[in-house]
């Protein structure tokens, strides 16, 4: 069947076609003045014969051809009526293609300076748009009669993916670095992935990187580590974390009904109670708080209270001596008290297990606290 072309445009409902053919399937014939029409976002490539003739713009074009309406049955005669003078118009849609996906499809291996051998994965975006149509239809297009952004989303996800995994070996030393680095990834990546879309006639107008990311196991690891650091003080964390459970079970068993809940906020509560003593007490003793120092009573140097000899004197801090009439504590080398000036006796006992000197009317040594009677 013979096809005149008289007036020759193509809207693109779809938003998606990047090539479309007049006629969609084989050639045709046009007549002479025939009116080709292209509008702004548009350039019409006229092909003659098989051949690329003339790159059109936007506008109204008159075109003519061989395909004189005198003399067409005359000439296509020997070819069965068909005329053998054939003509196409590939109409290339210059618009920019927004909200084009790339993705890895599978992890891809990283060794990260932190982490060691990570596999990760990589999401974003691009836009492009077609910047030399005849050399597009000529690498890609061929002589397919619609040509949609699916039919090369694939390659050209392939191509970013590639240059992206040689970008992070290159520059990338641990994955904790990417949130400040986003923009220069994306500003490098771009600058390597433009090269391989020239080479089709497609111009590549933004990239961008929205993620990259290693698989969930390690992400939960990263979490927790940190947690760890967000709780500096874990003491003060404890103290918090017992004192609101005790307030949660105290709503709980305020709140239950029955005997079960009873029960239960009462088993929760004493648990708690015999619990708190022993998380406190450890809190309190690495909660910084510090005994104060004392000073030697020979030397007056600065000891810690929990001396029991002095390190400049060599002065003995527990007291082993005391009077017998005001009971009050004496210095071991004391002959009489220095409150009430009571003489006082010299310990003639001596300690069965350590050997040190015990009062007469001592039951335990003051040394290692043995049983004297």
């Not at 693109?12 to 009116?35: F, L, W």
Request: proline letters at 5%; aromatic letters at 8%.
């Amino acid at each position: 069947m013979t096809v005149f072309l008289e007036v020759i445009e193509w809207f693109d409902e779809t938003g998606e076609v990047m090539v479309h053919r007049i006629p969609e399937t084989g050639s045709g014939e046009i007549k002479m003045g025939a009116q080709l029409i292209v509008r702004e976002t548009q350039a019409a490539v006229f092909f003659r014969d098989g051949k690329a003739y003339d790159l059109l713009g936007p506008g109204r074009h008159t075109l003519s051809s061989l395909n004189l309406p005198l003399i067409t049955k005359a000439l296509s005669l020997p070819f069965g009526f068909k005329s053998p003078f054939r003509v196409e118009v590939y109409f290339v849609n210059l618009k920019v293609y927004t909200s084009l996906k790339w993705g890895t499809k599978e992890p891809v291996a990283f060794r990260d300076s932190q982490l060691g051998l990570v596999r990760l994965r990589g999401f974003g975006n691009y836009t492009m748009r077609v910047i030399q149509p005849l050399l597009f239809i000529n690498t890609l297009v061929g002589t397919r009669g619609i040509f949609e952004t699916g039919a090369i989303s694939d390659y050209l996800r392939d191509v970013i993916v590639s240059r992206l995994n040689d970008l992070l070996g290159e520059t990338l030393d641990t994955i904790f670095d990417l949130p400040k680095q986003y923009d220069e990834f994306a500003i490098a990546l771009k600058s390597r992935v433009t090269d391989d879309f020239e080479r089709y006639g497609i111009g590549l107008v933004d990239l961008y990187i929205n993620s990259i990311t290693p698989p969930d196991e390690v992400q939960r690891m990263i979490d927790e580590r940190s947690g760890m650091q967000a709780v500096r003080d874990l003491d003060a964390f404890l103290k918090f974390k017992a004192a609101k459970a005790m307030g949660d079970a105290a709503v709980g068993g305020a709140g239950g009904t029955g005997a079960a809940s009873e029960g239960l906020g009462l088993g929760v509560g004493a648990g708690l109670g015999m619990m708190l003593p022993g998380i406190l007490q450890k809190s309190m003793a690495g909660s910084g708080v510090q005994k104060q120092d004392i000073a030697c009573p020979k030397c007056h140097a600065t000891i810690s209270m929990e001396a029991r000899f002095c390190p400049n004197c060599g002065h003995q801090l527990v007291v082993v001596n005391r009077c017998h009439a005001c009971n009050a504590d004496l210095p071991p080398e004391a002959s009489f008290c220095m409150v009430c000036g009571a003489s006082i006796e010299k310990p003639d006992i001596k300690c069965p297990k350590c050997g040190a000197d015990v009062l007469p009317e001592a039951n335990f040594c003051n040394e290692c606290g043995e049983k004297i009677r």
